[in-house]
């Protein structure tokens, strides 16, 4: 029974579409991460981390990136006629719409609301602040550079 899940462990790692989508996503993190060291924007150890593993938002879009490798990768693997491409290229353009949308709209009104905030607690109108939590969307320059970091990631782990 071990020695299965151990076997199938290797072969999903192994699997070209699973790497793929590893890649594609830790290369849209690390380029996010250069862009932001380069301009300035880092400025301890601990958001160096979070940028790299874990912050949203910012050029590329990594979760595009990934659900582009992820079509790609099924594409060539299934073809595009196959139920589960079908199915990627669906997921693909809802996760493209909610960094675009939803994320994006939800981030811009968070903004708003904590700007509010403090102009309120500046002003003596209410005692305390607490901002919120910002939740970083995509602009569509960012969303189309993960689609084409996704896509030539997707065909490199297809055909190499």
């Not at 020695?3 to 290797?10: E, F, I, R, S």
């Not at 699997?15 to 924007?41: D, E, H, R, Y």
Request: net charge positive.
């Amino acid at each position: 029974m071990l020695g299965q899940a151990k076997y199938q462990m290797q072969t999903m790692i192994a699997n070209p579409v699973f790497l793929s989508l590893v890649f594609s996503w830790f290369s849209a993190q690390f380029i996010k991460t250069v862009i932001m060291l380069l301009s300035g924007k880092v400025h301890s150890l601990k958001e160096l981390l979070e940028l790299m593993f874990w912050k949203t938002g910012g050029m590329p879009s990594s979760h595009t990136a990934l659900v582009m490798s992820l079509c790609v990768s099924i594409g060539f693997r299934n073809g595009v006629t196959s139920d589960i491409f079908i199915l990627s290229t669906a997921f693909a353009l809802v996760v493209i719409r909610d960094a675009l949308g939803v994320r994006r709209s939800s981030g811009l009104q968070t903004r708003s609301l904590n700007e509010l905030g403090m102009k309120l607690k500046e002003k003596g109108l209410i005692d305390d602040f607490t901002p919120l939590k910002e939740v970083n969307g995509h602009k569509p320059a960012e969303v189309i550079m993960g689609c084409f970091l996704g896509i030539f990631v997707g065909i490199a782990f297809s055909v190499l």
